[in-house]
């Protein structure tokens, strides 16, 4: 689980709730029409943008924020130099009984039993590395999509609000519950946006860069590996992308 998400949110909106208690009740800031607005509105504007079937899929991957462990890449180079080693003893067939329960060097592995050549298994894996690559980003997308969406749906509430005031300033029992449109669904559109949305954007694709990191490394090292590669020049080469901290063998 990365705390790191979880600590954030709940400080986030803990720190929130706080002040407003020290001033008021959490009731002061419960607005139907407001959530009507800001979350109907960024919904629908989404089923517009894109695909049901994207946005569906986006709230699973969101909760790789949540429970995502980071790829551990030196692990990963420790496991492809330890197949080079038995691929240079017992050649390459001997890879046929190591199992990994990622499917993406499992793949790999595969076509290297199978014969492929260097070159096409190169080019296979860094197709495969693309479209996972094209995924993640559809849904960072999405969640910069609400990020950009949550305050202008926010603005349009305030300005409903607005109108539906300065239209019964004679009655002043509507004052009220109008200028509680207004403000509200500002204060919803923002904290969707800047405490919800954007971090979650940033902290996937994060999580993004990293795995696409660890399968650079598989690339290279099962590519290196088909090649005969010296299992010790290519820990070197695999090496570069640990932090110059990691990188003495």
Known sequence: MDLATVIGLVMGFGLMVVAILMGGTLRMFLDA???MIVL???VATL???YRM???LSTMVVVTKAFVNERPDVERMIGQLIDMANVARKDGILALEKMKSPDPFLQSAI??????ADPDFLEVVLTKNLDYLTARHQRSISILDTIAEMAPAFGLVGTLIGLVQMLANMSDPNTIGPAMALALMATLYGAVLANLVATPLSGKLTLYSED???VRRVIIDGMVGIQ???NPRMLQEALRAALPPKKRSV
């Open 53 to 55: 079937s994207e946005v």
């Open 33 to 35: 029409p407001s959530l």
């Open 110 to 115: 595969n076509h290297c039993v199978d014969g």
């Open 227 to 229: 090649k005969g590669s």
């Open 47 to 49: 089923f517009v943008k």
């Open 211 to 213: 795995e696409q990191l």
């Open 40 to 42: 109907g509105g960024v």
